[in-house]
């Protein structure tokens, strides 16, 4: 092109080019930079409340559905029976609760994991956020998943309810005015274990396998406040993130180590296929210590090997093979109506526990049910604000038998529960374990050694008319 | 187009910062048409983008194999999230350039006696940093909080850049782009410092280095101080890029910086193209949105996605790709632009 401007126009030409293209450049710029803006703009919706319509409440919750932890999946599943019963009974004030669960492998994407690839509890958190615009994040399930979460949902604005650990990261209301935990603390529950060791065994040597992450460090926190002497060479951990035959290898160690300092009572704070793992290992090392496991590493359902009978535990429901129980009754009702109940449930429809509660579905549906009451109370105006207030001021009747209560200044959830053996089952067309609760009482404490263990008689709350 | 090319001779920085800064307000335009969760996945594109680059430098421009870099990462990642919780005013550019300098110093640590090394030899001890920082991080637990790893706030956006957004789901709209934005900025201030030093003295030095190292110290280039200075520069970018990963995560947890992240920065790496930075940016985009690619084939195959198989599958899609990238075009998706354009001209010529 540059032979046409020949001679003295042609410094002018240029400059005219220049110029021309200058300013179409800057048009475009100026286009541009409208079309960005634009969208900010745009972007105001109708509503006030996100994931509040006038006939539906839309929530969710992060949860492990595939890999290693897959087994909590029946958690999940049953709040969305409990909802789904709801919703047939026309929703609460008139709005039907979606409950969106999206798999999230506990955070460890390997081992079985089928949620896709990239998937983590944050990604799968920021698409309920960002996409599916939820009301409140409601049951998700983990301590170091839910624990890389929090603060995404606490900016946000999201109310984060219901956690499903017992670390006390979620009973923290000065920084996380929106965040509840449920069941009692990885350190209360230690506590509980102390105390039942004091008064039954009072001479063992004690030690602990914890996971390797705030649940076993806060399991080894309660023990230790209880003043439990534990040596430092039975204070050991595994590691949830690597292959079976690692972790396997790495369980071997530890519990010969055990074995060989003569531990005779063992606190598990582990996940139960890791609780399956450690029992088996330790009866091919001819190894019987007394086990106490964790409330969330001990359901005989989910462990599924007799070498559990004998253990002690902690459980905050009713004894699942109390079929007079009411709130039992009502569960197994809510189950059996829930459409994906086949799926959800493989175990409550085939095998040797068909027909049979286990804890997991207890601890879904009374966090379900606790959601429904919080939601209720708030009437036709549904705001996030209110929803905060009233986890605060609501007193939930859920199935468990310890109070579910929280304050202002406690965000924990429930602060005990009872003491609890693995019983062998008698009838042998039934399930071959079951939870048996040890005498009628119900322990609840704190987390520091300043809070003593206080023991109160179990409370039955009765299903509110709407419900049942 | 002529003032553009006098230009680009006479001043070529000047000429560098006018195009990034113009590719970076259109990035910046487009982060405001895009959904949330694309912002979230186009940051962190933004930060893998600036570690392959670094990682591009060092294998492309000096001929150094390292497979350390999810190592120094891993360092920036801990020194940020250590750093915001405990000084949680700092700002984040602040933030960003310790973790750099951290970065830079653990790539220093490790260059020395790697200088000695070559090939192979060079690849096996930057691939046992890479093993070691997992049970590292595993093993002082008060450090580094263990497998929970360690949590900081996310990224806020300030109220100037908050009020552009209304609606109920203004915070969470404002938040997702704020973190899309400056890792963007982040990401162009980086790519900028390597265009230049692409272009430098030292770049020069570099790459006479990897094509004949004799003639190189014939000319006068200091042989051990080129290589070193290769390593720390990547690994100040590795930094870099791991402590915005951090930031824009809100956590740094051990597995996340465990080997199968550095084959991974080599597999985007070598697709994107080695040795460019439109390579680099190619990684990052790639990085962000492999998950589409792979859902995109479990569609076209039929592959159920929650079936073993189709776990797997991002690994076997990823290794087939670098298989056919190795065979037909070895240069990467930028090479293969240049190889498809010079087709086009042999083909016209032919006519």
């Given at each position: 092109m540059q032979y046409i401007y020949q001679g003295e126009s042609s410094m002018n030409h240029q400059r005219i080019h220049r110029a021309v293209k200058l300013v179409s450049a800057s048009t475009l710029m100026l286009g541009m930079l409208s079309w960005g803006v634009g969208l900010a703009s745009s972007a105001s919706a109708t509503t006030a409340t996100p994931g509040v319509t006038a006939k539906s409440v839309t929530i969710g919750a992060t949860v492990p559905l595939s890999g290693i932890a897959a087994g909590y999946g029946e958690v999940s599943a049953a709040a969305a029976a409990v909802f789904s019963y709801v919703n047939s009974k026309g929703g609460i004030n008139g709005r039907k609760i979606n409950y969106l669960r999206k798999d999230d492998c506990y955070n460890i994407n390997a081992l079985g994991c089928t949620a896709g690839t990239g998937v983590t509890t944050l990604s799968q958190t920021q698409a309920l956020v960002t996409q599916s615009h939820v009301f409140a994040d409601v049951g998700s399930l983990g301590t170091a998943a839910q624990g890389t979460v929090l603060n995404y949902l606490n900016q946000n604005g999201v109310p984060n309810l219901f956690v499903n650990s017992g670390s006390s990261l979620w009973n923290q209301p000065k920084k996380y005015k929106g965040l509840f935990g449920f069941q009692p603390s990885y350190q209360a529950e230690s506590k509980v274990f102390a105390y039942w060791i004091k008064k039954n065994e009072p001479l063992a040597v004690v030690g602990q396998i914890g996971q390797g992450d705030d649940f076993g460090a806060n399991g080894l926190a309660g023990l230790l406040a209880a003043h439990l002497p534990i040596a430092k060479a039975n204070q050991l951990t595994y590691d949830a993130n690597v292959t079976s035959p690692t972790l396997a290898a790495g369980l071997i160690q530890d519990i010969s180590t055990l074995k060989a300092n003569k531990v005779n009572a063992v606190v598990l704070d582990s996940i139960p296929p890791v609780t399956q793992a450690i029992l088996k290992i330790a009866y091919n090392l001819g190894y019987s210590p007394q086990w106490l496991i964790s409330s969330v590493g001990a359901d005989p359902i989910s462990v599924a090997?007799?070498?559990?009978?004998?253990a002690i535990t902690l459980d905050y429901f009713p004894s699942t093979a109390d079929t007079a129980n009411s709130w039992n009754q009502w569960v197994t009702k809510v189950i059996k109506r829930f459409p994906a109940a086949r799926a959800d449930f493989p175990n409550y429809f085939t095998g040797a526990n068909a027909g049979v509660l286990d804890a997991n579905m207890l601890y879904g549906a009374s966090y379900a049910v606790a959601f429904c009451e919080a939601l209720k109370s708030l009437g036709k105006n549904v705001t996030r604000a209110g929803l905060l207030k009233a986890m605060t001021t609501v007193r939930f009747a859920t199935p468990s038998q310890t109070p579910l209560r929280y304050s202002a200044t406690k965000h924990q959830g429930l602060l005990g529960g009872s003491l609890a053996q693995i019983i062998a089952n008698t009838n042998p067309a039934s399930n071959p374990q079951y939870i048996k609760l040890l005498g009628n009482a119900e322990y609840t404490t704190g987390d520091t050694s300043t809070t003593p263990v206080i023991t109160a008689a179990p409370i039955v709350s009765p299903i509110p008319g709407w419900l049942s | 187009m002529k003032w553009l090319t006098t230009l680009r001779d006479a001043r070529p920085t000047t000429s560098r910062a006018l195009g990034i800064t113009l590719l970076t307000l259109l990035a910046l335009l487009i982060t405001f048409r895009l959904s949330a969760l694309d912002d979230a996945k186009l940051a962190s594109g933004a930060a893998i983008a600036i570690v392959v680059v670094g990682l591009s430098w060092l294998i492309g421009w000096s001929g150094q194999v390292s497979l350390g870099n999810s190592g120094f990462m891993a360092v920036g990642a801990y020194v940020t999230a250590i750093w915001a919780n405990h000084h949680a005013t700092t700002p984040i550019f602040v933030t960003l350039l310790l973790a750099t300098g951290c970065g830079a110093l653990s790539g220093l640590v490790l260059a020395l006696p790697s200088t000695r090394l070559r090939g192979p030899y060079l690849a096996g001890m930057t691939l046992a940093f890479s093993f070691a920082v997992v049970p590292l991080a595993l093993n002082f637990p008060s450090v580094t909080?263990?497998?929970s790893g360690l949590t900081l706030n996310f990224l806020n956006a300030p109220s100037w850049f908050a009020g552009l957004f209304t609606g109920p789901q203004a915070t969470v709209n404002a938040n997702a782009q704020w973190s899309a934005d400056v890792a963007i900025v982040v990401a162009a201030v980086a790519f900028f410092f390597m265009a230049n030093l692409f272009h430098s003295r030292t770049g020069r030095a570099m790459r006479l280095i990897r094509d004949n190292d004799v003639a190189a110290e014939l000319t006068g280039v200091n042989l051990p101080r080129t290589r070193t200075l290769a390593f720390v520069i990547s690994a100040a970018y590795a930094g870099l890029g791991g402590s915005l990963l951090t930031l824009l995560n809100g956590s740094v947890t051990p597995q996340t910086y465990s080997i199968a992240l550095s084959i991974l920065l080599l597999t985007l790496m070598v697709l994107g193209g080695i040795g460019t930075l439109s390579g680099a940016v190619l990684g990052g985009l790639i990085y962000s949105y492999s998950d589409n690619l792979v859902s995109l084939v479990n569609k076209v195959t039929g592959v159920n996605p929650a079936s073993t198989f189709g776990a797997n599958l991002k690994g076997i899609v990823f290794g087939a790709l670098l298989i056919l990238t190795m065979l037909l075009?070895?240069?990467g998706l930028v090479g293969l632009g240049s190889q498809l354009v010079r087709l086009f001209a042999q083909l016209r010529n032919r006519t």
């Open positions: 090997t007799p070498l559990e009978v004998g | 909080g263990a497998s075009a070895p240069r």
